[in-house]
C-alpha cells in the first residue's frame, strides 16, 4: 500500500499562504505601502484601477535593492529584518516575516524595478503565479517600483469572492489612512482609475489627520502628549461635542503600527466618563510608543493585533493620558498624570472590565404581516383614543385640538397616555422617526422629492475620498430632494435640500455627509429603490434626534394620533419599539 503523506510543491505552499497575507487587494496595498516605509522612503505612490483588482502600482524613493536582494525577496521567509529569534523582540520596522511578496506573487502576475542610489543599473523582475519569468538589468530612478496585475488570476475560486469595486476600494483607502498617517514626515500620492485622489506633502499629524479626514476636525481636535519611563503616548482626539452616533473611523497605533483593540478603545472611552452619552462615540488617533521587548505584534499574519506583557497597565496609562488632555481643555478633572503618575501605581489599578456583553443590533426592516401587527399591537388599546380626533397632516406645531386622554412627558423621551384597560407608553424620538420615514416614503413614491431652494449655492466640502463617492450617488441624491450641482471639475455646490429638511438648522452638506458614510457601498437595486429605502431610514432616524424636547399636550395627542395612522406603528425605521403598553393586571402583578 502506497505511502499517504507527502510535501505538498512550493507554489501550492505560496498560494496557501497567500490566504493568509492577502486576502483581498487592500492586503496587497498595505504590504507594499509598509515595505516601501521600511525602505526608508519619503515619497511614496500609490496607483490602483477597478478596486485594485487588475492593477496597483507602489512607488517610492527608498533605498533600492541590489540584484540577489531583489531577487531574494520573493522568495518565502526571505527578510532582512530577522537573523536570531532574539530579533523577533525588538522589532522596529513594519514587515518583517518574508511572505508578503511571495504570498503576492503566487496569486497575481508581479513586475518589479528597483536600484540602489550608487548602482549605475537597477533591476527588472517578472513572476507569474510565482514563477520566475526574466530577471535582467534596467535604467530606472532610484528606489522601488512594483506593479500587481490581475490579482487571483490563477485562483478563480477565490477571485469571486472579491466584492465591488467600490467595496474594495473603500478597504484600499482604510489601509492607505491607517499607514499614512503615523508618517506625516513622508509624502504620500494617491491615484484612482488614473485620478488623484490624494496628494499629502510631508507635514505635521494633525495636518495630515484633516487632509485624509474632515477640515472639520482642524477645530475639533485636542492634543494628547504624555511620556512616563518608557512608554509615551501622542495623538489627537475630539471635543466631546464632535462626537458622533454612528462610530468613526478612529485608529490606534503602537510603535507606528495600527493595531485593533477593543481593549485600548474602552479605554479611551471611558477616559470621556460622563462628558458622553452611551450612543455617542469620540474620534481619536493615538500613536502608544512602548520598548518592542513589552509588546507582541506576531500574534496574527495581518499584525493588527498585539499583546502587551502587561494590558492592566497600558489601560491606565491611555486612560490617563486622554483624560488629562481633557482637563487641560476645562472638559474634566485632572487626574493621575499632574503631577505625571507612579508606574509601580498604576501596576496596582486594574480598570473596569468592558461588558462582555454583545449589544443587540436591531433590524433594519420589521419582519412580519403589518396589517396584523397592527391589529395585535394597537387597535384595541388605542380604540378609545383615536374616536373624533381630526386628522392634521402638519408638523409640529400642530393646531390645537380637543385632547382626548390625559398624557405626560417624562425627560423629554416618553410620553405616558391613560388608554382603556392599561397605560400606552410612546417612546417619542422612535415615533417621529416612524412618521418621517413613511412620509419620506410617501413623497419618494411619487417621484422625486420637493426641494427648498437654498438663499445661497452651498459648497460641498468633503475630503477626496468622499468627493468620489459622491459622483457614484448624486443621482439617488438628487431624487431624495438634494439639488446637487458641479462646480469645477471635482468640486460640487448644494442648491437645495428636501423639504422635509428646510426646519433643521444642520449644516446642509452633514446630511449629505451622514449618507454617504453610514451606507458607503449600499446595494443598488431595482433602480436604487434598496438604497434610496435605506437613506430613507437614515434621514428620518436623524431628524428625529432633533426631537428630544419637550411637548405640550397638543403636540403630545398630535405625535400619537400621527404614529398610529403610520402602516407601521409598533417600529421605528430601524427596528426598535415605538409604544408598549401595561395591562392593568401586569400592574398589579408588579405590586
Known amino acids: 500500500m ?17 490566504g493568509e497575507v492577502v486576502q483581498r487587494p487592500a492586503s496587497v496595498v498595505k504590504e507594499l505601502l509598509e515595505n516601501a516605509l521600511d525602505a526608508g522612503a519619503k515619497n511614496i505612490m500609490l496607483e490602483v484601477r477597478d478596486g485594485g483588482k487588475t492593477y496597483i502600482r507602489v512607488s517610492d524613493d527608498g533605498c533600492g535593492m541590489s540584484p540577489t536582494d531583489a531577487r531574494m525577496s520573493f522568495e518565502r521567509h526571505a527578510t532582512s529584518k530577522i537573523r536570531s529569534a532574539d530579533d523577533l523582540y525588538a522589532i522596529h520596522t513594519m514587515g518583517f516575516r518574508g511572505e508578503a511578496l511571495a504570498s503576492i506573487a503566487a496569486v497575481a502576475q508581479v513586475e518589479m524595478k528597483t536600484r540602489r542610489p550608487h548602482d549605475e543599473l537597477g533591476t527588472h523582475i517578472i513572476i507569474h503565479g510565482g514563477k520566475l519569468i526574466t530577471q535582467q538589468p534596467t535604467a530606472c530612478p532610484p528606489g522601488t517600483t512594483i506593479e500587481v496585475k490581475q490579482l487571483y488570476y490563477n485562483t478563480p475560486a477565490r477571485r469571486k469572492f472579491l ?7 473603500t478597504h484600499i483607502l482604510r489601509e492607505f489612512k491607517r499607514i499614512a498617517i503615523p508618517h506625516p514626515e513622508v509624502r504620500f500620492d494617491l491615484i484612482v482609475d488614473d485620478k488623484e485622489l490624494f496628494v499629502l506633502p510631508a507635514t505635521r499629524l494633525k495636518q495630515r489627520i484633516v487632509a485624509l479626514f474632515d477640515k472639520k476636525l482642524d477645530e475639533q481636535l485636542i492634543p494628547v502628549r504624555e511620556e512616563v519611563d518608557d512608554i509615551a503616548i501622542h495623538g489627537w482626539i475630539t471635543l466631546p461635542e464632535a462626537a458622533r452616533k454612528k462610530r468613526p473611523e478612529s485608529m490606534f497605533f503602537v510603535n507606528n503600527r495600527f493595531v485593533r483593540s477593543p481593549y485600548l478603545h474602552h479605554a479611551v472611552r471611558q477616559a470621556y466618563g460622563e462628558l458622553l452619552s452611551e450612543e455617542l462615540h469620540p474620534m481619536y488617533f493615538l500613536l502608544l510608543h512602548i520598548p518592542p521587548a513589552r509588546v507582541d505584534v506576531n500574534v496574527h499574519p495581518t499584525k493588527q493585533e498585539v499583546k502587551f506583557d502587561d494590558e492592566h497597565l497600558i489601560y491606565r496609562y491611555v486612560a490617563s493620558a486622554v483624560r488629562h488632555a481633557l482637563g487641560q481643555y476645562s472638559l474634566s478633572p485632572l487626574i493621575d498624570f499632574h503631577p505625571p503618575p507612579d508606574i509601580s501605581q498604576l501596576h496596582t489599578q486594574k480598570p473596569p472590565a468592558p461588558s462582555s456583553a454583545t449589544p443587540t443590533t436591531a433590524p433594519s426592516t420589521f419582519q412580519g404581516n403589518p396589517s396584523a401587527s397592527r391589529r395585535d399591537d ?3 388599546v388605542y380604540e378609545i383614543m383615536r374616536a373624533e380626533v381630526p386628522t392634521n397632516d402638519q408638523p409640529p406645531n400642530p393646531t390645537p385640538s380637543p385632547v382626548l386622554v390625559k398624557t405626560e412627558q417624562f425627560h423629554n423621551r416618553y410620553i405616558f397616555a391613560s388608554v382603556k384597560d392599561g397605560v400606552l407608553i410612546v417612546h417619542q424620538q422612535h415615533a417621529f ?4 420615514y413613511e412620509e419620506l416614503k410617501r413623497q419618494l413614491d411619487g417621484g422625486p422629492m420637493s426641494s427648498q431652494q437654498l438663499v445661497f449655492p452651498h459648497p460641498i466640502d468633503l475630503p477626496p475620498d468622499k468627493i468620489l463617492l459622491l459622483e457614484k450617488r448624486i443621482p439617488q441624491l438628487r431624487r431624495l430632494g438634494f439639488a446637487i450641482e458641479p462646480q469645477g471639475s471635482s468640486s460640487y455646490v448644494l442648491q437645495g435640500i428636501p423639504s422635509l429638511l428646510s426646519e433643521w438648522n444642520a449644516d446642509p452638506t452633514s446630511w449629505i455627509t451622514l449618507l454617504l458614510e453610514e451606507f458607503p457601498d449600499a446595494k443598488s437595486q431595482h433602480g436604487g429603490d434598496a438604497l434610496l429605502d435605506q437613506w430613507a431610514r437614515s434621514l428620518a432616524v436623524q431628524m428625529a434626534s432633533y426631537k428630544r424636547i419637550p411637548l405640550n399636550a397638543d403636540e403630545r395627542q398630535w405625535l400619537i394620533d ?7 406603528p409598533s417600529y421605528d425605521p430601524r427596528g426598535r419599539k415605538c409604544f408598549v403598553t401595561w395591562s392593568l393586571d401586569s400592574l398589579d402583578k408588579m405590586f
Request: with cysteine; charged share 25%.
Open 2 to 18: 502506497p505511502d499517504k503523506i507527502h510535501l505538498l510543491p512550493e507554489t501550492l505552499i505560496n498560494q496557501i499562504a497567500a
Open 378 to 380: 394597537w387597535e384595541q
Open 562 to 568: 400621527r404614529l398610529f395612522e403610520c402602516e407601521m
Open 163 to 169: 466584492k465591488s469595486n467600490t467595496t474594495e476600494l
Open 433 to 436: 422617526a416612524r412618521i418621517y
